[in-house]
């Protein structure tokens, strides 16, 4: 059948080809264009004379060399980056992978001559030199230029700067700012802490927070998917960090809350700063027809200052604990021998640096030895519910009646602002028995133990170590095997049961197998028993017939004869000289028993071990 | 004979024992003299030797907390937690050099799915999950070789709980194996290393680790291995970066300690 394209519809088929055509090599354009790799910026465009000014390089590429400026007189450029960073990702393609490294560097440059001048950056990109568009600056007279906010080589502010699409163009400036208001909302870092002014050695909170809104038309992401590294605490302890996560409905739309909840403790006195949170390497992903654009934002938090104030003058009884304790004491025994040492615990509990919360001194005792205290901490992270017991043990040395004096212990309370006074109770103590000698003491760290292995020498500085109980027998190979000796025994052994068992319950209930099972045994039996009874050829006669009745399955073995047992073992199919010998031996007991001759003793003793031959060889042949 | 056997393994069993006794104490005394060096070096002695005991390696990782090793402190916290895991202290003391470290990287963990499936048998060590096991088999075979040697009314009860207990000890079984096939964990010891997209010192670098955060090794290429981090971003560093914790307990070379020793 032809078609007959008709003048009309060649025309729609002419224009449908133009079209495809023309979206082809759109598509291809968008797809392959290439755009230059480097991107400069210098900020301000705009300085005075003898002023600073900032140029950031972003050079993107699967290998990036460092970059190199070619600048005007008028102007000088310091060559160490104030900031150096890279990051890498790999972009799928048409199913192929791609590693596209970006490195970005921010240099710090200085206008010497008025003008407008160039800065040109060139790098070696994939291995060919890449060189950048002129970027202009112009150097106006001093003090003359438009004011703007002091350079300064922080992250966030150079990172917003740069914006990118998916092939990495620069955004207009007037997109830029649409989306850099846009971007200012998706992400705010925050801190806060519970006070300004402090103690040294005083627990406060830090909360640092970041609120991130919730959108479905893009993502916040952190280019190694965690919240970012917290800030360098330094001049701070730092407690256990708790993390907590909620919404927040605003104006603005909904908010991801992360927030973290930061014990810190100031060591040193004076203006302490707690560094800003850093919210970079992160970046918004819109997903745009399919196409994902990032962008990369950074945000931080203010820093904050802290004012730390010096402890005043200490009293007697100060051993550096700071916060809000209460105090319990006990002994372990009121009445004790010489020589048996009885434990003083002290128990503080409350909120504070544990590490301040130091042992006090020990009692001076005439009659008893004081071992430096064992030290047992609970809640160690938690700074704001701490339990810390000083545990001295004292070992009597003479005989009587003593009291166990009451110990102060002063801790300065940062929300008074002055030192506080716990005191343990004074407690009774006889001792009885006869006084030692010498240092015949038993010390902390020997028996009797009340509880735990920990001897720690109440050294603030080390952590306690286990001296006691430990098994240090090395895991030899030997003991290695002995599990899977373990697992391959018991259903083996198992097995063997169940099959005794089921042997004894075919027997059971099968008794012709069962006489055949026993058969031999009971043949012997039975010839025993007729055999005591003094005539041998009956006992024979009877025994083998019994045999051979339980072996072929006869029932009533009683009333055979040799004909009969000839016939039974014509049937079963008997070796010839076997059957000969058997009604050989049954024939002589018959006709023994017919005659009714008397027997010699040689005679009964052939009959006998042939008979006992021929019933073995049967059971080896039957078995 | 047998009095002669039993002695000499008597003696032997004493002799060697004491000899453990005596690193152990001397790694005590360096400790509390701060000599951490040493302490480290006695311990890891008793470690090479095949000691597996939970105090050992907290005191350990105690030593080299205080070296200013705080990798290594954590990957011997991790296995004293391993060998027992309500070992209070140690993991009291691993929350507080976690925290420490600069990001406190949680360690790699099995899906939801997986965890809620095998709830159980997180909480129990390697050494009980054997032991359970193995006594839970034992006893399983016990009743069911001896059914048929019981009274026909009690069979059929015997059966059904020789086989659930049977089935309880194959169950701890592929726990104890899961355990033991799970891909090891690792620690990183340097302060910083890049992690590689190819095990390649060419390859560009995708992130860093820092020390103290734990991975998980899924493969092993030479001196690179593939780890995966809690966030499951993989990448490949140089086994010299990293300790796995994971038995059979490795030790750390001398030639490590010696660095480590001239560097501080």
Redesign the interface.
Known sequence: MKVKISKNNSFYLYRFVMDFIILFIFIMQVCFSVDSPIQVQVEPSEVGVGESFEVTVIVRGSNVGEPKFEVSDGIQILPDPVYSGMSTEIRMTFGQSQIITTKERRYRGIANKEGEWSIQVSVFVNGTQQESPDVKIKVVPANSATPTNPQTPSLPQKQQKTPFTRRGQTISPGQRSANNAELDKILKVESEVSKKIVFQGEVLTLILRAKILESQNFSLRTTTGNIPDLPEFEGFYVGKIQQNSRRENTTEGMYKIIELVIPICPKSVGTLTINPWVWDNCYVQYSTWGWPETYPIVKNSEPINLEVRPLPPSPENYFGAIGKYTLTSNVSQTEVKVGTPIYLSMTFRGEGYPDFLRPPAKPNLDWAYISDPEVVLVNAETWDNVEKTFRFSITPMKPGDYQIPSIGYDYFNPQLGQYASLRTNAFPLRVIGDALEGNNVITAGGTPRIEAKTVDVANSELLPIITEGVNLKPVGSHKKLIPYVIFIFPPILSILSLGLGFRKEYLKNNPIYRRKIYAYENCIRKYDELRNMGNISVAVEQALKQYIGDIFGVVNTSGLTSDDVEKIINDKRVDRSLKDRILKILKTCERIRYSGAIVSQEENRGLEDGFRALVEELWRVMK | MMVVCSLYVFIS?SL??GI??QS??EG?DA??K?DFYTAILKYEK?VE?????P??F??LA?SY??WGKKGMAIANYERALELNPSFK?AK??L??VL??T????AVPEEPMWWKYLFIWHYGISQKWT?RIA?FL??L???I??????QDKSLRKTLFIGGSLILTVGIIFFMSGVIKILSPPLGVIIVTECSVH?TPSDNS????NLYEGDRVQVEREDGEWMLIR?????RGWIKDKDIFIWRAPYRTVSQEYLNEKKEMS
Do not use: C
């Not at chain 2, 981090?229 to 971003?233: I, M, Q, S, W």
């Open positions: 069993f060697g024992a453990y006794d152990f104490r005590n400790y509390y701060k008793l030797s095949g000691v597996e005991d105090v050992l907290y005191n105690n907390y205080h202290m009291e003391q929350s507080k925290n420490e600069k990001r406190n990287l054997w193995l088999w034992v399983g075979w016990i069911l070789g001896f059914i048929l040697w997209i560009p670098p995708r992130f981090t809690v966030d499951n971003e």
